[in-house]
């Protein structure tokens, strides 16, 4: 490998180039030596010279202080010259001669020197041709108008030039791009479905299976079938009689049976909590703000049971974007119209040490990034910064869409609670929290009660009249007490966990309350993420000035720039506007103006990615494999045609997903086996099954494995929306300090009550500083960022989770505990009763006589081990250092859910016999057969 000081990767102005090019070649009169030097101008401007700006520049010539190698690159005379060693580099007309060629060609020298730079056989080729033409360099306003004379043909082989806004230079706004790598910019086509195949669906994917020599598989079985479309429509499994009543329709008539089903899960109220759990992924839903403080977001919850309804009710989904951008915009003062901004709310996001502008910075940057990919599928951080280096997204439209909300403030806002609400149990509910809140005020008032004696004491020695804290905080030193006088080091710091306990406990108090995460439109001013809320008083003069940001810095304001959109989508805002890409500049209307964009039918992006999302929520992966990315560096569909059929369908219906679903379902594709019908030769010719000539199998998810669990248990409470619920977790995670500013948050406290905690997992609190042990290791994402798309992986610590946690302990011993009630005396029946709720099937004789025999050995050994009784603590001693004095103290949180805590089914309570029983239940949720979705 040679010296790295002959060749980098850098990009150099054109300005510079002017000032250190030279003329142009000679070259005789004859029309054929003028056109082929014409050529050769041309083939140095359009391709030579972008290689060389891009890879060699940067290291050769661009800092006149660090040549490498001596060697100038930047004009015709030195790269000719050569570098230090006195050799001549090139030799125009003489490619193999030249040095420089050969370095290109790793022929001796290797440059660029990384492999990752290297150039491209038609790169190479290239610089052949230009130096065997003589090596021409033309000035620069000869490449001006080479560029000028390129820049006016919209589509050549070198890819299609995208009209956008403008870039910083012009050398991104007329570069040109694969038209598979911005296939998603392109306008849905109107597609003809290909013959062979009744349904559209199947007709796709059978023209793509036919060409690769693939036969599809044959139809699962009607009890695959139904376990199947119950997963995927409410993420529970069918009931041992559904699946007997629907075999026996199958039999009957399969088309009719099957439509049946579809309609009947799709008017099931748990469909909407299946689905809204998808998009909830998407939107990154949780019930605190993470950061340092994780600020409980009390009132989250009424936007999660928004998405919910929507699903239900089969909402428009065009509907259902505009509503959560600008449902207060939409309608004014309606409640359900402030509670769909949630979305706008969902972001982890604080104050706490950071100034005010670069919060509020990062509150708009989350927005932008996140309407982009969630909508749009196009993810937008990468041009913020600077043009996109490989989609057509300007900074400019980057800049455009965060002056789009450049008037929106977070806030929780008053929303009368609406009659489809939850708020059943509120009293008691309250109750406990306020028995918390009540604590804490006491302990505070018994030191600050302590304090302020003490600082009435110390006015009194000083003659001066006695202020309150409050009162004497602006107060000159010697004017004023010593800060928190009288007090020991160990209430110094326990003066500041009672006052972050005090308003822990009253945000808490705010989940009953008739407020909402939402927005409202107004002026910056004083964020404090503790309590945001609206301003008494809004300046409806008040308009945000929005720049470029060069590298994405706030003291780095370059061009001014006004609401907008994405221009590459070729769909303009203002439609015959001098400035087609701008919207509203108004303090309110920007954000109705961009969602009613997003949503326009032409939106080449919109409806593309919801319909791929629902694909991969069928099929475990979508036409295009990253959902929320469909820019070059985004996966290509495997099915474009399809796509586009897909989506323009949509459209046309009225953007109904439960007509999608239907779509989908009835197919052929939807509804094969899982086994190939040639599992070998399908391995080989399409190894990640992007052909769907079998059904994909998948792994249950987190929330539909603890659902199933508790359904089949006998447990679960069907009960929907309201406040979040408190599942039982592991106590050592529970009650594991967790620390916070100042302070360290109230320890995790279950639900009092079975029927409260064992409700659908996506009613349960989501805290973005302390995950579910069990939801967590099942790949439950980070609410950090947005989930495409859920992990499957299948490792070790899994295994250990679903046989030895607390949690799956439980649930068998509750299942247990059903079938006893159920069959009270023949363990056979027990057992088959338990693959009957486990599988959904009747059990074989070798599986009864196996299973049977382990439930023997299990009671054998439960009577000789009794489990030792666990007690629940009511209170758990904390220790921290005090801030100023760095003196450790302790102080005793109260855990009053368990003063009067109703317990699951445990092992201590119940016989040895449910015991042995529960461990082959046990065994049974283990097993890939209820695991998995065939």
């Keep these: 490998m040679a010296s790295p000081k002959f060749w980098s990767k850098i990009v150099i102005p054109i300005v510079l180039l002017q000032a250190l090019s030279v003329s142009r070649v000679g070259f005789a009169d004859d029309p054929a030596e003028v ?13 030579v010279l972008p290689i060389l700006k891009a890879k060699c520049f940067g290291c050769h010539g661009q800092d006149p202080d660090d040549v490498r190698g001596g060697y100038n690159l930047l004009n015709r005379e030195n790269m000719i010259k050569g570098g230090e060693s006195g050799d001549v ?10 040095s420089l060629y050969q370095a290109i060609m790793w022929d001796g020298y290797e440059m660029p020197p990384k492999e990752t730079d290297r150039l491209t056989k038609k790169e190479t080729e290239y610089f052949r041709d230009w130096i065997t033409a003589g090596a021409p360099w ?3 306003s000869r490449q001006l108008s080479i560029q000028k004379e390129e820049w006016s043909v919209a589509e050549n082989e070198d890819g299609v030039i995208i009209g956008t806004s403008g870039g910083t230079a012009d050398d991104w706004t007329y570069r040109r791009y694969s038209k598979e790598e911005t296939w998603a910019f392109q306008p849905v086509k109107s597609v003809t479905v290909p013959s062979g195949s009744k349904h559209p669906i199947d007709a796709f994917v059978m023209r793509k299976l036919s060409s690769a020599g693939l036969k599809p598989a044959p139809q699962a079985d009607p009890r695959t079938l139904i376990r199947r479309a119950s997963y995927d429509l409410t993420g529970l499994p069918p009931a041992p009689e559904q699946v007997h009543d629907f075999k026996k329709a199958w039999e009957s008539d399969p088309e009719r049976a099957w439509n049946t089903l579809v309609d009947q899960l799709l008017d099931s109220e748990h469909y909407g909590e299946r689905w809204a759990q998808h998009w909830l992924d998407v939107v990154r839903y949780a019930d605190t703000a993470g950061f340092s403080n994780d600020y409980e977001r009390s009132n989250a919850w009424r936007y999660r049971d928004y998405v919910i309804r929507s699903f239900n009710e089969d909402k428009p989904f065009n509907e259902f974007v505009v509503e959560q951008i600008a449902g207060d915009e939409l309608r004014p003062g309606d409640a359900e119209g402030i509670v769909s901004t949630g979305m706008l709310r969902m972001g982890p996001w604080g104050t706490a040490m950071i100034p005010q502008a ?5 509150y708009l940057d989350d927005l932008v990034h996140n309407v982009g990919q969630a909508f749009l599928s196009m993810p937008m951080r990468c041009c913020k910064c600077h043009d996109h280096k490989f989609d057509p997204l300007p900074t400019r439209d980057y800049y455009s869409m965060y002056a789009a909300f450049a008037t929106t403030q977070p806030a929780e806002l008053k929303a009368d609670f609406l009659p489809e609400e939850n708020v059943v149990g509120f009293a008691e509910k309250q109750k406990l929290v306020k028995d918390l809140l009540d604590y804490a005020k006491a302990e505070q008032k018994k030191i600050q009660d302590k304090q302020e004696a003490a600082a009435k004491k110390w006015y009194e020695e000083h003659r001066l009249p006695y202020k309150n804290e409050n009162e004497r905080k602006k107060d000159p030193e010697d004017q004023k007490p010593p800060r928190h006088v009288g007090l020991t ?16 406990w009253e945000r808490r108090m705010e989940r009953y309350q008739p407020m909402a995460q939402g927005v409202y439109n107004g002026q910056n001013s004083f964020k404090n993420g503790r309590a945001l809320r609206r301003p008494k008083n809004i300046n409806e003069n008040w308009r945000p000035e929005n720049f470029i940001l060069a590298g994405g810095a706030l003291d780095a304001p370059t061009e001014a720039v006004s609401p907008g959109v994405l221009s590459a989508t070729g769909v303009p805002a203002s439609p015959g506007s001098d400035s087609p890409w701008n919207i509203t500049d108004g303090l309110a209307g920007r954000r109705l103006a961009l969602a009613e964009w997003i949503t326009d039918d032409a939106n080449p992006l919109t409806a593309r990615s919801i319909v791929n999302r629902v694909w991969q929520y069928h099929f475990g992966k979508g036409i295009v494999k990253t959902a929320n990315n469909f820019g070059a560096k985004g996966g290509k569909p495997t099915h474009p045609e399809l796509l586009d059929w897909l989506t323009a369908d949509f459209i046309e219906n009225g953007w109904k997903i439960k007509r999608l679903h239907r779509l989908i379902m009835s197919s052929e594709v939807y509804q094969r086996s899982s086994r190939p019908f040639e599992s070998e030769k399908q391995a080989t010719v399409d190894p990640n099954s992007d052909l769907l000539a079998s059904f994909p199998p998948r792994r249950l998810t987190a929330e ?9 248990s006998g447990e679960l409470n069907r009960e929907l929306g309201g406040v979040p619920i408190m599942p039982e977790i592991n106590m050592e995670v529970a009650l594991q300090p967790r620390m916070i500013q ?5 320890a995790y406290q279950p639900s009092r009550t079975p029927a409260e905690r064992n409700r659908r997992t996506i009613y349960a609190y989501r805290v973005r500083g302390q995950a579910d042990p069990l939801l967590e290791i099942m790949n439950q994402p980070n609410p950090n960022e947005s989930c495409e798309m859920r992990d499957s992986a299948a490792v070790t610590p899994q295994a250990f989770t679903l046989l030895n946690s607390d949690v799956m302990t439980d649930r068998s011993i509750a299942f247990a505990l059903r079938l006893q009630k159920e069959q009270p005396t023949d363990t056979v029946q027990q057992i088959r009763r338990a693959l009957q709720l486990a599988f959904a ?10 299973l049977h025999g382990y439930l023997k050995e299990m009671q054998v050994y439960h009577k000789k081990h009794q489990p030792e009784t666990v007690e629940y603590p009511t209170q758990v001693v904390r220790s921290l250092v005090e801030e100023f004095t760095g003196e450790p103290f302790e102080f005793i949180e109260k855990l009053n859910v368990y003063e009067d805590y109703v317990p699951d089914p445990k092992p201590w309570t119940v016989s040895s016999e449910t015991r042995a029983l529960a461990d082959v239940c046990l065994l049974l949720l283990n097993s890939n057969e209820f695991l998995y979705v065939y």
């Design 35 to 47: 056109s082929q030097h014409a050529e050769s101008e041309r083939l140095f401007t359009l391709k």
């Design 358 to 362: 670069e919060a509020r910075q990062i």
């Design 742 to 746: 100042f302070s360290i948050a109230p």
């Design 89 to 98: 580099a090139l030799i125009p007309g003489k490619p193999e001669e030249s």
């Design 138 to 140: 033309p000035d620069a």
């Design 489 to 504: 080091p160990e209430e110094k710091g326990m003066k500041k966990v009672r006052e972050q306990d005090v308003w822990i």
């Design 841 to 850: 099937r009747e059990p074989k004789a070798v599986e009864l006589s196996r």
């Design 704 to 712: 539909e494995l603890r659902d199933s669990t508790l359904l089949i």
